[in-house]
């Protein structure tokens, strides 16, 4: 659309159904690169994409020419495709419902650049938990614990 300028940065995180850790180092880099792609297909500028045994952050510029709901739904959808035809996991994988989604100004993106491809060292003092609900809080998104991710119990997280 002529005359129309725009500048969105979006963080989105999602979880592995059921909150299990089976995200392998081995593995993760291939998904990353995936989502990354998926991203650019579809219109998006991919600005990190990382996470951990059981979640996901994807931190892009938005052209607002589709909304970040169809953009979530895609990326989950496509990659969880990916992941089970490339046999990656055994049984069927699958992304849980939802996804948290946060919006940064444009001075702000380094910084959560950084944050997002040091999730290893992250999750070195913070559970997934921890931080997602940090990150509603920081945010001031009002949330019910009822509504969250299937949180499980795990010494890995």
């Not at 991203?39 to 931190?59: M, T």
Request: overall charge positive; charged content about 20%.
């Amino acid at each position: 659309m002529a005359n129309t300028y725009t500048q969105f940065n979006i963080h989105a995180v999602f979880a592995v159904k059921g909150r299990e850790n089976i995200l392998s180092k081995g593995i993760r880099p291939r998904i990353f690169e995936y989502i990354h792609g998926i991203l650019k297909s579809i219109g998006q500028y991919p600005l990190a994409v990382n996470g951990y045994f059981d979640h996901v952050h994807v931190f892009f510029e938005l052209n607002p020419s589709i909304s970040v709901s169809s953009i979530m739904q895609k990326v989950k959808a496509n990659s969880a495709k990916w992941i089970n035809e490339n046999r990656f996991l055994p049984g069927c994988f699958s992304w849980q419902e939802g996804y948290g989604g946060f919006s940064h100004s444009r001075d702000q993106r380094n910084r959560i650049i950084q944050y997002i491809m040091n999730q290893e060292l992250h999750h070195r003092k913070k559970t997934f938990r921890e931080e997602y609900i940090a990150l509603l809080k920081e945010f001031d998104i009002l949330f019910n614990h009822k509504y969250l991710f299937d949180f499980i119990v795990d010494n890995n997280s």
